[in-house]
């Protein structure tokens, strides 16, 4: 809690020790950058493990037409559904460490208590896949399990953009240029897999990367030569 002189900074993992000094949670390398980018890409890489669901997207944008591209999550369910789904089984920061700088002890609201200079970690990976929030199913993707909710998750119960005061201050636009990238490669072209092996998988550390990118093959949609 800023309010009360209470400084938390994140930190870096580094070759198995964790690198000094610690950093201020607001200076990461690349605010907002990469990890847009990470979603998009994690979020073609489910379409293509997942054509029916390229199927459900191109009917519900067909059905459509006239949605304006920013008001597309609002007005496509299915979209939403999606784009929130990937969010919440590829979070684009995984893993955080952050260090208590304060001469002391702060409790969190679970009770446990945080000592001076003491390393907290916590894993939004992990909180994404809790059964009590989203179901036994939880470990699965799926976007459908957004349609019959009859709860949205916190964002301390799914922390793809943290909460609280430190949550992203650009997760509005990371979702709109998520569900715009989603939505126009879905309409204009047809995605296959060029890849090794069944499963993609993240780089090691703290970051939600894809390792080694994500080799696809394009090809044009009938009916759009247009772009």
């Not at 201020?24 to 990469?34: E, F, I, K, L, T």
């Not at 896949?129 to 301390?156: I, L, Q, S, Y």
């Not at 296959?192 to 069944?198: H, I, K, L, S, V």
Request: charged fraction near 30%; include cysteine.
């Amino acid at each position: 809690d800023d309010r009360r002189g209470v400084e938390f900074r994140q930190c870096r993992w580094v070759s198995g020790s964790l690198e000094r000094p610690c950093r201020r949670r607001g200076d990461a390398d690349h605010p907002g950058r990469g990890t847009s980018s990470q979603a998009i890409t994690w979020g073609l890489y489910e379409l293509i493990r997942h054509p029916a669901w390229v199927e459900r997207l191109r009917k519900a944008l067909a059905e459509n037409p006239d949605v304006p591209a920013s008001e597309r999550l609002s007005q496509i369910p299915r979209l939403e559904h999606f784009v929130s789904e990937t969010l919440r089984f590829h979070p684009s920061a995984p893993i955080d460490l952050v260090q208590l700088h304060s001469d002391s002890p702060v409790s969190l609201p679970n009770g446990a208590v945080v000592e001076p200079e003491a390393i907290v970690f916590w894993s939004p990976w992990a909180m994404n896949r809790d059964k009590n929030v989203f179901g036994a199913d939880a470990e699965e993707f799926d976007p459908e399990r957004w349609e019959f909710m009859h709860k949205r998750p916190t964002a301390f119960e799914m922390p793809t953009f943290h909460g609280g005061a430190r949550s992203c201050l650009g997760q509005a636009m990371a979702r709109l240029e998520m569900g715009y990238v989603i939505a126009e490669v879905v309409a204009r072209y047809d995605l296959t897999a060029a890849w090794e092996g069944e499963r993609r998988l993240s780089k090691a550390g703290l970051g939600g990367e894809m390792q080694d990118g994500l080799p696809v093959r394009v090809r044009l949609r009938a009916g759009r030569g247009d772009v």
